[in-house]
């Protein structure tokens, strides 16, 4: 078959080669080659004439890229679980498959986040640097102390598939006590975790430790703000792998001036990258990663998996393995 009778597919980063292969067996692929996504200008080039995209969450596919790709785009396969850089219903309205990657990086994300929670409130952050900058003289009674974390209170915002990994882990090495705030009751946690479903003021007013893990949407854009940092314990340690929105940043630098945060580890904030002159990343009881939280060899490549298979089958009209607007 001529090449130009191909279907047209255009990659917004370079990922597993073994799945690009893939791609590259039934259609024309072009993967943008920069470590940084291509600017606006260049994607709405890009995708014009587009069968297919696979994104990242960096990507903003709005109605203005879906119109420059025009009619023959079939589906959107986004390299993430979350689609919030994703305009789903103007997809939808034109026909256009939506997919994600769901599952895969459950356990490496959680994994992460119990990394952040130990690392906050242990201040390795600090204690690192003084080795680095020639600053540790001697062993010190007093000098940078943290926190225990056994059968102390752990509060877990959203209890979906990455909060309840991270909570058995959490309950099940350290004893610590669970509340959590759901949509739903959720059984399974109360039982064998012991958990108690709370509203969030509820889950503020408790908890010792607490790890954010909710999808972005109107309901949770800065949820955690002045008026709720107020309503948390002081010295309370935040994690937060799931969005940067959720917390209002300004609010979290005056929270960690007052100590009423102990510390905070982030995996995500906003924007991405946060400058490195932000008071929160020269905060000296913050630890800020530039979001790894599905950064494991096994995780990455069972995304580009998932992506993968999302466009092949939108290109043959078939559901999507992982169909977020079906």
């Not at 259609?27 to 587009?50: M, T």
């Not at 909710?214 to 937060?240: I, Y």
Request: proline fraction near 4%.
């Amino acid at each position: 078959m001529n090449d130009s009778n191909l279907p047209k597919i255009f990659v917004t980063r370079q990922m597993a080669e073994k799945e690009l292969d893939r791609l590259r067996s039934v259609a024309q692929v072009e993967v943008w080659p920069d470590s940084l996504p291509p600017s606006r200008e260049i994607l709405l080039q890009k995708v014009a004439g587009c069968d297919a995209m696979l994104t990242l969450l960096s990507d903003r596919i709005d109605e203005q890229v879906l119109d420059a790709a025009g009619v023959s785009l079939k589906v959107v396969s986004n390299y993430a679980v979350g689609y919030n850089n994703i305009d789903v219903e103007a997809a939808k309205q034109r026909g256009i498959r939506v997919g994600n990657t769901p599952d895969v990086l459950t356990d490496a994300t959680a994994d992460l986040a119990v990394t952040l929670m130990f690392a906050a409130t242990r201040r390795v952050n600090e204690a690192a640097d003084q080795v680095k900058n020639g600053q540790w003289t001697t062993w010190e009674p007093n000098g940078l102390l943290g926190k225990e974390l056994a059968g102390r209170t752990l509060g877990v915002i959203g209890m979906g598939r990455i909060g309840k990994a991270f909570a058995q882990r959490m309950v099940g090495g350290w004893n610590m006590r669970l509340v959590y705030t759901s949509r739903t009751e959720q059984a399974d946690v109360n039982g064998s975790l012991g958990g108690q479903r709370v509203e969030l003021d509820e889950l503020l007013a408790q908890s010792d430790f607490i790890s954010v893990h909710v999808a972005l949407c109107d309901a949770t854009r800065e949820m955690l703000n002045k008026e709720t940092f107020a309503k948390m314990k002081d010295g309370v340690v935040l994690v937060n792998t799931a969005r940067g929105e959720t917390i209002d940043q300004d609010a979290l630098v005056d929270a960690l001036d007052s100590e009423k945060v102990f510390a905070a580890g982030l995996d995500v904030t906003t924007p991405e990258p946060l400058d490195h002159n932000h008071p929160l990343v020269q905060h000296p009881r913050t630890i800020i990663l530039p979001h790894i939280g599905s950064a494991t060899d096994c995780s990455r490549l069972a995304m580009a998996e998932i992506a993968v298979d999302n466009i092949l089958a939108g290109l043959e009209g078939k559901p999507l393995r992982c169909e977020v607007n079906a």
